[in-house]
Antibody
Framework: EVQLVESGGGLVQPGGSLRLSCAAS????????MTWVRQAPGKGLEWVAN????????YYVDSVKGRFTISRDNAKNSLYLQMNSLRAEDTAVYYC???????????????WGQGTLVTVSS | SYELTQPPSVSVSPGQTASITCSGD??????ACWYQQKPGQSPVLVIH???KRPSGIPERFSGSNSGNTATLTITGTQAMDEADYYC??????????FGGGTKLTVL
């Protein structure tokens, strides 16, 4: 069974840092792009970042560029999101997801983990 | 930046057909996909590449995409289909984009 399990969320003060982890199992992790998507309380979905199979390419939504860093360890089947200079507007449930891509490079996400809540507040 | 627009809510009677739209500039030139999210749960992919259903997704879910609008259609809607639905596409300037979500009420 394909499974993604996030961890590392919690309460952090504005300006603080947090590192999220996503443990993957049930598939060959190194064969897939992986992605992070977040959802603020009561709001919609927002794509945050993704990373190529070998980690050589990384992409971010503008609002987190320079503050968040996505990485992966294929030997440990794990995906990470290092979040620095956190702001109140980063408060959200953060989901990791496996990414599929069509021949056109357009992609979709399946499955998603259960999510981990990050709360940025003083 | 690229944007996708969905109606905030759609209502349907049990057994009837529900249609949820997603609009974006020349969306028909891109692939659209759809996710279902029930309260307190993670999103689940129900349609990818405009009209393809992942394994395990009931046949009553279908999709289409043409012009500026992608549509998710649920035929014979059941109470268990009540959820939020999000469309998503990829754009070269914005990367991945989600619609704002549509709350489907089955009443």
């Amino acid at each position: 069974e394909v499974q993604l399990v996030e961890s590392g969320g919690g309460l952090v003060q504005p300006g603080g840092s947090l590192r999220l982890s996503c443990a993957a199992s049930g598939f060959t992790f190194s064969n897939y792009y992986m992605t992070w998507v977040r959802q603020a309380p009561g709001k919609g979905l927002e794509w945050v970042a993704n990373i190529k199979q070998d980690g050589s390419e990384k992409y971010y939504v503008d609002s987190v560029k320079g503050r968040f860093t996505i990485s992966r360890d294929n030997a440990k089947n794990s995906l990470y999101l290092q979040m620095n200079s956190l702001r109140a507007e980063d408060t959200a449930v953060y989901y990791c997801a496996r990414e599929f891509t069509a021949v056109t490079a357009e992609g979709w996400f399946d499955p998603w983990g259960q999510g981990t809540l990050v709360t940025v507040s003083s | 930046s690229y944007e996708l627009t969905q109606p905030p809510s759609v209502s349907v009677s049990p057994g009837q057909t529900a249609s949820i739209t997603c609009s974006g500039d020349k969306l028909g030139d891109k692939y659209a996909c759809w996710y279902q999210q029930k309260p307190g749960q993670s999103p689940v992919l129900v349609i990818h590449e405009d009209s393809k259903r992942p394994s395990g997704i009931p046949e009553r879910f279908s999709g289409s995409n043409s012009g500026n609008t992608a549509t998710l259609t649920i035929t014979g809607t059941q109470a268990m289909d009540e959820a939020d639905y999000y469309c998503q596409a990829w754009d070269s300037s914005t990367a991945y984009v989600f619609g704002g979500g549509t709350k489907l009420t089955v009443l």
